[in-house]
């Protein structure tokens, strides 16, 4: 039995420009010239998830929080992510085109690679591991300094180095990524890779350095809808429900719903949370786009007609 009054049901979108693109803007122009604009909030994907979920300290160590869902032993311990990634030598740098889940690894293939990588780790008495394909791990030892490397959210895409930022431990990190390249140049899984037009893993991006978080909850969902790993860490870390379909959200009593729609296609998600939102079953329609941009959007708004969306 329902005890809270359902509150608000967000949608959770990629840039608006990205929507227009693939022609989901349409459906949603509506609700975007006459709901209520917050003021503009950082751009990107972990923007985003920072407003959705409350996590200190920030920024969040992705490495232990992910680690925990995969292994359910990261409290106590700093942890590093080790992705296995493609990056491309251009003559201003390095630019990373794919990375972790992009590069779509068979679990054979990825354990092949994670064993002719983890002796450099071993070596520099590092704990090395691969419980995921395309999530590998690296154990600090208490008292190392922890790296900041470049998020490869923020790298994807663009030139720049896989090194950590500042000037603590380069070399030693130069010198194990030196290795690992070396490595992973020659071996046979990406020999095989490039025979089948798939991109080799030639490196592994480094990044997430942290211990678990001292606080991780949401303020803004008590039900999440996503296949996307990074939000289900979030949601099971901070005990949201992960549900499968809005009905189940609502007949779970769920006040504050979260739908990720952020990859297409996405239209019958934008249709469904639309006719729930029009049947009273939510007071708010949230758009949360990563450009930053969120809308509030209440059923009375309809009644602003002189609102419309620019041509």
């Known amino acids: 039995m329902q005890t809270e009054k359902p509150r608000r049901l967000t949608l959770l979108l990629p840039p608006w420009e990205v929507l227009e693109r693939q022609g989901d803007a349409a459906a949603l122009a509506t609700l975007r010239a006459r709901g209520d604009r917050h003021a503009q909030d950082a751009p990107g994907r972990r923007a985003q998830q920072l407003r959705v979920f409350d ?20 409290a106590g311990s700093l942890w590093l992510r080790a992705d296995p990634a493609h990056l491309r030598v251009e003559a201003g740098g390095l630019r990373l085109l794919s990375w972790g889940e992009s590069l779509v690894l068979e679990a054979a293939q990825a354990k092949a690679l994670a064993a002719a990588v983890l002796p450099v780790f071993h070596a520099l008495g590092m704990t090395f591991s691969a419980p995921v394909p395309h999530r590998w791990y690296v154990q600090l030892a208490r008292g190392r300094p922890i790296p900041q490397f470049v998020d490869p959210e923020v790298a ?7 090194l950590p930022e500042g000037t603590s431990g380069v070399a030693e990190w130069s010198r194990l990524l030196n290795e690992t390249q070396m490595i992973l140049h020659d071996h046979a899984v990406n020999r095989r890779r490039a025979q089948q037009g798939l991109l080799p893993v030639n490196s592994l991006w480094l990044w997430g350095a942290g211990e678990s978080p001292l606080k991780l909850q949401s303020r803004e969902a008590d039900a999440m809808i996503s296949g ?13 429900a992960i549900v499968p379909a809005l009905g189940q959200a609502l007949a779970s009593a769920s006040s504050a719903v979260v739908v990720d729609a952020l990859r297409a296609p996405r239209s019958d998600a934008l249709r469904e949370a639309m006719s729930i939102h029009e049947g009273r079953n939510f007071e708010t329609l949230r758009l949360d786009c990563a450009d930053g941009t969120v809308i509030d959007y209440k059923r009375w708004h309809r009644l602003r007609f002189w609102r419309r969306q620019p041509s």
């Open 156 to 162: 994807l895409g663009a030139l720049g180095s896989p």
């Open 228 to 240: 996307d790993d990074e939000y289900g860490a979030l949601a099971r870390l901070a005990k949201v």
């Open 55 to 74: 996590i200190v300290p920030k920024p969040p160590a992705w490495a232990a929080i992910t680690r925990q869902v995969d292994c359910g032993d990261s």
